[in-house]
């Protein structure tokens, strides 16, 4: 697929927004231990929270392509903002994509605007990769449904109102049951939960809810059973890719960073560029991140064709966070004690890898999934 004019206009202005304003801001994030709603507008302004809403709604039309790559870009200062910005817009894709008008206009307008914050809430205390096992259950009720259960380590949940949950209408265990609705936080039955307290990122606001006797209404089913667990895994597959980007994203910017250190910096009398091993350790680095970065850049255009990238998504995802959890470190290391400064984005994106090695599958069960699904030429 051939990037637009105006996606490229967008990706620019990113780059732009991401020196100019992110970058700055990261440090202080992190130290107040939550993300300004002054952020989500900014955002929403450049219309980052829309990106693949199609322009007939108020959104950009941009293709995945465009929407991984903004999400690298967001990830060169902070990934967890990278990854607040990214489900807002989700869920408002999400929402453009639904049928009912009504539904839309009382959600996808605010989203656009960072009036609303979204979230999409698969995760429960006890359950993570293994979704079909999820327990919140929603029981018919009249013209529509109650819902009881608890969702955790959700990004957003700490101030998301516009949130699309998966839940079981049927038993536990049975995939075929698995249904998406749309959830007003604003709403009776709604009770949001604390902040996930993760160990850095909380710009990210992660965090769980829970939902008690919630009473859905029957159009707020945006996902029917069966059909929402196969619209999500498809979904997921796309996330793989774009949480990849955002890996080499952190890795673009702590190579930058310590390129520029090592130039400028003095060691036993000449700078640290000019050591053999620190060139060396910076040059294995550089080529891996080039290697992911093709992955990446494969996988985007066969989301974007519409073929199956179930295979190719997850080994996207391992490559991209397997080559960061290598080199990360390393580059830290590469800094000196000039890494550790919160004012530089080491810290930041070193707990990011981990999460990235984490969310949407962990890497294990990614690799299980490789090895399930590749086969002899």
Known sequence: M???????????????????YVMPNASRWERERALPHEAFKRAAAMGLTAIEVPVALGGMGCSFTTKAG????????????????????NVAKKFSDHPDFALGLLHLPDLIAADRIGCTALTEPDTGSDFAAITTLARASGDGWMISGEKAWITNATRADSII?????????????????????RRDGFRRGASSDPIGLHSNGSGGFTLKDYYARGDEMIGEPGEAFKSILLEINGARIYVAAMACGMMQSALDAACAYGSRRQSFGQALSGHQGWRWRLAEASSELAAAKALVASACRAFDAGEDVQCLAAQ??????????????????????????????????????????????????????????IKPA
Request: glycine share 8%; with cysteine.
């Open 2 to 20: 051939t990037t637009q004019d105006h996606e490229i206009r967008l990706i620019d202005a990113t780059r732009h927004f991401v020196t100019d």
């Open 165 to 185: 949950a998966y839940v079981q209408t049927r038993e536990v265990g049975d995939a075929s049951g698995i249904a998406a609705f749309a959830i007003d936080g």
């Open 70 to 89: 903004i999400a690298e870009l967001l990830a060169t200062a902070d990934f967890g903002f990278a990854m607040a910005i990214v489900n807002t817009q």
């Open 316 to 373: 996207t995802k391992v490559m991209a966070t397997r080559m960061a959890e290598r080199h990360l470190p390393a580059l830290t290391h590469a800094m000196g004690a000039e890494g550790l400064k919160m004012d530089q984005p080491f810290g930041r994106h070193l707990v990011g890898i981990q999460f990235c090695g984490l969310v949407d599958g962990s890497t294990e069960m990614l690799l299980e999934r490789v090895a399930r699904l």
